[in-house]
């Protein structure tokens, strides 16, 4: 993804104000909100873009503040905050993606449990100059359409259920989400691009050896947890 450099700017992220909403006793579904939203932020000038949709999520009509670091860093969730700053300095200082999966807490209180999914934006010289890519809103379905429009896949997907039961495995085990939310990503992306549901379990299965191996230390978790598996069955 190519995109024009933007002008330079003054290193160093905003702090966090001490004010913060408020969250819930528990969060709440409201199936009227978006369920998806897009973004960019830009390292050099360190701006945000939201869709309107990333707008109404935050509890804001689209345009009626400008979104910032600061503004983002305040809505987190006390116990996600530092984790998020984190990564968006990561972000401007070695050019990485703005993933994550965190908390936030709209202007209403309520709050919401995110997945965001980003990749970089490349300048004419190849080297990373932003990141841009979704919010997805892990507290309730992405979208009933969606469950609408796989009417017409149902067959299909019957037929590729194993290559598609894996790429969810991928999903959950990536992401730390459950059966139901990877699937709901997958259709997600189906929609967002106009391809089979199949077609995109497939085409993750086949470029995923490219993916970095894990680390040793993750590596090393598993075997243990391999290893000892028998020991935690009830009986």
Known sequence: MESPVEPPAEPGLPETPPSEPVADTEPTNESAGPRTGSFRFWFATRRWEWSPEVYQMHGYTPGEIEPTTDLLLRHKHPGDRDQVAEIIARSITEGEPFSSRHRFIDTRGTEHQVMVVADR?????????????????????????????????????????????????????????????????????????????????????????????????????????????HERIPH
């Open 121 to 229: 934006i490349l300048g004419p010289d190849g080297r990373p100059v932003g990141t841009a890519g979704y919010y997805v809103d892990l507290s309730g379905t992405i979208a009933t359409a969606g469950r609408e429009a796989l009417n017409d896949q149902l067959p299909e997907l019957i037929e590729a259920r194993a290559a598609i039961e894996q790429a969810k495995g991928v999903l959950m085990r990536i992401y730390r989400i459950t059966d139901e939310q990877a699937f709901e990503l997958l259709v997600w992306r189906s929609q967002e691009t106009n391809t089979r549901v199949r077609e995109l379990a497939e085409q993750l299965l086949a470029e995923l050896p490219g993916v970095p191996a894990a680390a040793d230390t993750t590596v090393a978790a598993f075997d243990h947890l391999l290893l000892t598996l």
